[in-house]
């Protein structure tokens, strides 16, 4: 079991890696569009939807990275007073009762949408550059996908704290 939970962790790791450097993308790409349109007048027509690609990219490859490293928005007003183990029984009821299922039913329509834009060809259309679809839809699954398994991790984690004790 530990070496799963040491393979998901690293996945996550990867993933905040991978999220740098879209970032720094990001930045690039939006740059080059404020010059373009600002300092010589010649708007781009794929610069805005790159960046809007580029942020749909670095939001779902960080969700795992952020959930290894506790980053997500938590309402901390009687959590921070817990045990660890009453920590560990309050994620467990709500990863059960909310995080899984929210991420199933994510995850199938996300892959639904990414299979649909497979197989009709599917094109963005937020301008007239018209990229396919299907890279950042994968994507979407990819992400939700290393989500889940980092939760599933988190969960295990949780459970062995309930069962046997002691910390995380």
Same mark, same amino acid.
């Given at each position: 079991m530990?070496?799963?939970?040491?393979?998901?962790?690293?996945?996550?790791?990867?993933?905040?890696?991978?999220?740098?450097?879209?970032?720094?993308?990001?930045?690039?790409?939006l740059?080059?569009?404020?010059?373009?349109?600002?300092? *010589?007048?010649?708007?781009?027509?794929?610069?805005?939807?790159?960046?809007?690609?580029?942020?749909?990219?670095?939001?779902?490859?960080?969700?795992?990275?952020?959930?290894?490293?506790?980053?997500?928005?938590?309402?901390?007003?009687?959590?921070?007073?817990?045990?660890?183990?009453?920590?560990?029984?309050?994620?467990?009821?709500?990863?059960?009762?909310?995080?899984?299922?929210?991420?199933?039913v994510?995850?199938?329509?996300?892959?639904r949408?990414?299979w649909?834009?497979?197989?009709?060809?599917?094109?963005?259309?937020?301008?007239?550059w018209?990229?396919?679809a299907l890279?950042?839809?994968?994507?979407?699954?990819?992400? *939700?996908?290393?989500?889940?398994?980092?939760?599933?991790?988190?969960?295990?984690?949780?459970?062995?704290?309930?069962?046997?004790?002691?910390?995380?």
């Amino acid at each position: 079991m530990k070496k799963f939970l040491t393979f998901v962790d690293s996945i996550s790791e990867w993933s905040g890696l991978i999220a740098r450097w879209a970032v720094l993308a990001l930045v690039l790409v939006l740059s080059f569009e404020v010059t373009m349109r600002h300092v *010589l007048n010649s708007p781009t027509i794929w610069a805005h939807e790159m960046s809007t690609m580029l942020g749909v990219f670095l939001v779902c490859i960080g969700w795992s990275y952020v959930h290894l490293h506790h980053g997500h928005v938590r309402v901390d007003v009687f959590y921070s007073r817990m045990s660890p183990r009453g920590k560990a029984i309050t994620d467990i009821v709500n990863a059960l009762v909310f995080f899984f299922p929210l991420l199933l039913v994510l995850i199938y329509g996300a892959s639904r949408m990414a299979w649909e834009a497979y197989i009709f060809d599917e094109v963005l259309m937020a301008s007239f550059w018209y990229p396919p679809a299907l890279p950042i839809r994968t994507v979407v699954v990819i992400g *939700l996908c290393t989500f889940f398994l980092q939760g599933t991790a988190e969960f295990v984690r949780d459970v062995h704290v309930v069962v046997k004790g002691g910390a995380r």
